[in-house]
């Protein structure tokens, strides 16, 4: 789960963008929203954002000292503008000022949604960054496509490498076999899903790689202890 | 006509008129000198032979005569006009006529022979017994009754062979006369001279040729072979005929001897040299027309470079390319020239003033509009109607609110002329996906793009009129399917789109295709007008001004089937991007 904050003066974006973000993509958790830049400074003193979502031209700010603030203090975090302001001479600027890229208003849902993916994209590999290329080639397979089917045939045919040198290697270094590997990355989804959104068991199970929920369930309480609904219960 | 080529031709004929008339001229004035010429010495020579020939004659006719003076020659001669023929000639008699005939022959070269015979014939001659016969038939002799009738006068008798020699049987012309007593005047012998024939040889030398001939009383003295022209040749400088050539005929009659001395020249040898003369002539005249030709040429074009150059900027401005006319020129020509580029400088002027001034209008339109409308307010607004619009999950909503405002930030962006292909292409499927939501299955569109064009930069506002075009005036209670192509044929970039819908009658067709290619410049290509096939003319006169005239857009239009609109215009490339840029969207 990610954690965004929004700076947007009128609450109806705000509500709009977090219904996108939540429910509409989901993975996606809008922790913080802010009115103006002040509050977005008073907010990043305290807390660290995965993503910060903002508009430039609100009353008393400066946009693009604000831009600048943000690189300086929170380089790693990714920022993604959305702005009906379209000057070329200043969305330059954003750009030379760090921003993941620059959405003109009214944004195109589909837009959105490319930026964001390629921010995952980009922490994946981040993530796996001290892996060796092979190794790092595989866990971010698996990462894009938990919710699909991963043979290893699947990605024996992907990455062109044989399966069983797949197999092999990856077991050499992460010492752990690779279809236990991929079950740990799909338990950890459907925890985070449980946890962090109100998704039907079916839902969590289909999103988790798991098109028979009996199935995801028997495999669930196997690796956690707990049957998906009991955890749910808890959580709540 | 073209002035290059007056000039040339007027060139060539103040060289070659001249040389033409002066040729035949000369020609004429040589020909008339040779031919003269030639005719004054041949009569010359022949007027000269008949002198000689008359002081022959004379000579002969005195000889002859000195015998008459001489009485006992008289009574000898008289006195063996009645012996019978053959009769015993008395040594005596003989001495005495050979005396005297050996005086007249001595160094006289003119004669062969002088010889007496009496009216029975018989012969007396300073030759002896051993070269002429002592008597001949006078009667017999051809030349008898000639003699006869001339009676006392003399005769020249053409040559033939003589009888009475012996051991000569070569022709000689003869001179003949009746011996009359000067007391009776009865005949009583006849005297005949028989001329030498070289004589005759060394005075006809200096004819030239061989056809020539002498006539006395009608007869010719000597046997050629000569031709009947010299029959025909009665009088002097005329021209005669055999038929097959012409001939001068050139002749002379002695006043005092009557003989007619003829000569004929074949008009081929008269004219030979002539005819030589007029060949040179021709050749010559040939050499000068080609290097009059060749000059003439040359210099018309030298001169004329001038106004080729000038010929040549007016057409490229014609054509749009405004290109000055840089040579340095002297004289009348640098005040043309330079005349000439200043009026382009203005004209440039001018038209980039007027450009300017449509321009500005055109922003000041928009930026008034910018102002009414005010674009934050605008995409601000939308913005909340867009998330509205996910919050209630009305994604169809969301989608046609952002397609608006990609269509109104297009066209609210002014400042380029030329994008990128991409972009329009961008603008026009915004532009279609809100069409499509209000015709839903009714509209139908399909791209069809070759790789590679969609960095060319074309002008902006190319694809989407001509679909709105299609749309508007195609599309009737049916579906309608519209398709979208654009390729590159070398240097070109061909943009056409094509609709299934109503199509335009044949009238109206030519019209707008007459519009289409009409170049004049009227201020609309800017203002948005309502009307058939007005939008289509703007973007038509737009092309013009940017590319050329041949750059209009085409259409054609099949009614009820199909009609197809084509704009082609220069490939322009752009910087390619690997993904494409926000700006417009």
Not at chain 2, 34 to 40: I, P, Q, R
Not at chain 2, 377 to 387: D, Q, R
Not at chain 2, 396 to 408: E, H, N, P, Q, W
Not at chain 2, 463 to 472: G, H, T
Request: glycine content about 4%; aromatic content about 10%.
């Amino acid at each position: 789960m990610k954690k965004v904050m929004i700076v947007e003066d009128e609450k109806v974006i705000r509500q709009g963008i977090k219904f996108l973000l939540e429910e509409v993509f989901t993975g996606y958790q809008v922790a913080w929203e802010a009115e103006n830049g002040e509050r977005a400074l008073e907010i990043i003193h305290v807390d660290v954002p995965d993503i910060i979502l903002s508009d430039i031209r609100m009353p008393k700010m400066d946009g693009l000292k604000f831009l600048s603030y943000l690189q300086d203090k929170l380089p790693e975090v990714p920022v993604i503008v959305i702005s009906g302001y379209d000057d070329f001479a200043y969305v330059r600027e954003a750009f030379k000022l760090g921003v993941k890229d620059y959405l003109l208003k009214p944004i195109k849902r589909s837009e959105l949604a490319s930026v964001l993916k390629k921010i995952e994209k980009e922490d994946i590999t981040y993530a796996f960054r001290e892996d060796p290329p092979v190794i790092r080639q595989i866990k971010e397979l698996i990462e894009q496509h938990l919710e699909e089917d991963l043979s290893l045939k699947f990605i024996s045919n992907t990455l062109n490498l044989h399966p069983n040198y797949i197999s092999q290697t990856f077991k050499d270094y992460t010492k752990v076999n690779l279809s236990d590997y991929i079950v740990s990355r799909r338990m950890e989804k459907a925890n985070r899903l449980l946890s962090q959104t109100n998704l039907k068991i079916y839902d969590v199970a289909y999103l988790s790689g798991y098109s028979n929920a009996k199935h995801f369930s028997s495999v669930f309480k196997k690796y956690f202890g707990k049957t998906p609904q009991q955890f749910k219960n808890e959580v709540l | 006509m073209k002035l290059r080529n007056k000039v040339f031709i007027m060139f060539t004929a103040l060289v070659l008129v001249p040389l033409i008339i002066i040729a035949i001229v000369v020609h004429g004035i040589f020909s008339s000198s040779k031919l003269e010429d030639v005719t004054k010495s041949t009569e010359n020579t022949i007027v000269q032979l008949n002198n000689s020939l008359d002081l022959m004659i004379d000579d002969a006719a005195r000889s002859t005569l000195s015998l008459l003076y001489n009485n006992q020659l008289i009574n000898t001669l008289t006195s063996y006009s009645n012996d019978s023929p053959g009769s015993y000639i008395s040594n005596e008699d003989k001495n005495l006529f050979s005396l005297f005939l050996s005086g007249i022959m001595y160094n006289r070269e003119t004669f062969r022979g002088v010889h007496v015979f009496s009216n029975q014939g018989h012969t007396f001659s300073h030759l002896d017994r051993g070269s002429i016969s002592d008597t001949i038939h006078l009667k017999e002799q051809p030349w008898y009754q000639t003699v006869m009738g001339a009676d006392g006068s003399w005769i020249l008798y053409p040559e033939f062979h003589q009888p009475y020699y012996i051991n000569d049987s070569n022709n000689y012309v003869s001179f003949v006369r009746l011996l009359k007593d000067p007391v009776d005047l009865h005949g009583i012998g006849i005297i005949k001279v028989d001329f030498n024939p070289d004589y005759f040889e060394k005075l006809t030398q200096q004819m030239p040729g061989e056809d020539w001939q002498i006539f006395s009383e009608g007869r010719a003295l000597f046997n050629k072979s000569s031709y009947q022209l010299l029959d025909k040749c009665t009088s002097n400088r005329t021209w005669v005929n055999d038929g097959n050539e012409e001939f001068l005929c050139l002749t002379h009659t002695s006043p005092s001897t009557g003989i007619q001395v003829s000569n004929v020249i074949p008009k081929e040898f008269i004219y030979h040299e002539i005819k030589e003369f007029r060949q040179s002539l021709v050749l010559v005249i040939i050499l000068s027309l080609i290097g009059t030709l060749l000059l003439s040429f040359y210099v018309s074009k030298l001169l004329l470079k001038p106004f080729d150059l000038l010929k040549d900027r007016i057409r490229d401005f014609q054509n749009n390319r405004m290109n000055k006319i840089d040579d340095n020129f002297r004289g009348e020509f640098a005040e043309i020239s330079g005349t000439y580029n200043n009026m382009l400088s203005e004209i440039n002027q001018l038209v980039k003033e007027v450009y300017e001034l449509n321009t500005k209008n055109a922003e000041s339109e928009y930026k008034s509009l910018q102002a009414k409308m005010d674009p934050h307010f605008i995409f601000n607004t939308l913005e909340t109607i867009n998330m509205t619009a996910l919050s209630n999950k009305q994604f169809d909503v969301s989608d046609m609110v952002s397609d608006l405002g990609s269509l109104i930030r297009y066209r609210l962006n002014n400042e380029d002329t030329f994008i990128p292909l991409q972009a329009e292409m961008n603008f026009t499927k915004s532009y279609i996906a809100l069409m499509e939501y209000r015709l839903g299955e009714n509209l139908n569109v399909h791209w069809d793009i070759a790789p590679g064009v969609s960095s060319f930069l074309i002008p902006k506002y190319l694809i989407q009129p001509l679909i709105e075009n299609s749309i508007k005036h195609g599309f009737l209670d049916r579906p309608i399917s519209i398709s979208i192509h654009v390729k590159t044929e070398g240097d070109v970039l061909e943009i056409s789109v094509r609709d299934d819908g109503e199509g335009i009658p044949q009238e109206k067709l030519s019209e707008l295709q007459n519009h289409l290619s009409n170049q004049d410049v009227s201020n609309h290509a800017l203002k948005s007008e309502r009307g058939n096939g007005l939008a289509l003319v703007n973007i038509s006169k737009r092309l013009m001004l940017i590319y050329g005239s041949e750059y209009h857009l085409h259409v054609h239009s099949i009614p009820f089937l199909n009609t197809t609109i084509k704009a082609k215009i220069p490939v322009q490339r752009g910087e390619s991007h690997e993904e494409s840029d926000d700006r417009g969207r």
